[in-house]
């Protein structure tokens, strides 16, 4: 397997067509396909589909995509680590951060990155955890803000955030609500996979207590448009809907008895290092999630 196959692999999978990726490799048609096919032969994988309307990935071809772009991505890391050895830290910075954190720290991160270190290039995805952290151990991103990270295998984790998990609803009795008392609540939450749930439901069967699961989604939105729309309930932390909660339109009562609650870390792959610039995007972060714990528009401690 070579490394420009694999560039002409990728050029294909991103252009979803074989003249095209040829076209944009400055390549002959013929030569490029005898390359792919070659590629192919090599791993003893069919890598596309094609059809008239051109290729897509397989399976294995969307894994080997993924596993190229991230050497790709981790070669010109390496590059401009050498080249600005000594320097202020430059160059691209890609992190995920946990949906429920997204729209506190976004924002802020960003802009401080740009004042204090402005040759990083920073790009910022906001995912439930099990996008996350697929992202995380395919090496597409530098580092995540993911919840529970101690059952991810594969990942490098330090643990930076505790939150206690809320009822969100449209109406509720008042801001503390028993966990013998979830199961009269309708719940929308992920779905068996998701994290927060499992740990929900582990709490519960240790307890003797049990949830109410009515609809299984995977996206904060929708949960929000669900239950600002209906008589549907969710548990998520405070974080995830503060803005609608301090202006009204949501109600949160904090679990208690027992409490609930999850542990965010930051998340990188086990066997690759940070780079200059992604550390010094992380030291940001966890100061800005120091600062808005500190201000009071996090709710949580630090670990």
Partial sequence: ?????????????????????????????PAFSAHIK????????????????????????????????A?????AQVRQETLSAGNEPSGDVRIVLAGSLAPLLAGQVFFDVQRVYPEIRLSILDLLRVS??????????????????????????????SQELYLVGRALPGDEVAFQDLHHYPLVMGGRHNQLRIDLENTAAQEGYRINVVSE????????????????????????????????????????????????????HAHSDLSVAARAVMDLLRASI?????????????L
């Avoid at 196959?5 to 048609?29: K, M, P, Y």
């Avoid at 405070?238 to 930051?266: C, H, K, Q």
Wanted: charged residues 20%; proline residues 3%.
């Fill in 217 to 268: 989604q995977d996206s904060l939105s929708i949960y929000r448009s669900i239950i600002m729309n209906g008589p549907y309930y969710t548990v998520v932390p405070y974080s995830a809907y503060v803005t609608d909660i301090e202006s009204g339109r949501l109600a949160a009562a904090r679990i208690v008895g027992p409490a609930v609650e999850r542990t965010v870390s930051f998340v990188w």
């Fill in 1 to 29: 397997m070579r490394l420009d196959q694999l560039r002409f692999f990728i050029a294909a999978a991103e252009s979803g067509s074989i003249s095209e990726a040829a076209r944009r490799v400055h390549l002959a048609q």
């Fill in 290 to 302: 120091a600062e808005t714990i500190e201000s009071n528009s996090l709710r949580g401690r630090l």
């Fill in 132 to 161: 996350g952290e697929n992202l995380v151990t395919a090496r597409l991103v530098d580092f995540g803000l993911l919840p529970n990270a101690a059952t991810l295998a594969g990942a490098a984790s330090e643990a930076v955030l």
């Fill in 71 to 75: 050497l790709f991505r981790h070669v």
């Fill in 38 to 69: 070659a590629l192919e032969h090599d791993l003893g994988v069919t890598l596309f589909l094609r059809s008239t309307r051109g290729v897509s990935l397989t399976a294995p071809g969307k894994r080997l995509y993924n596993g190229a772009t």
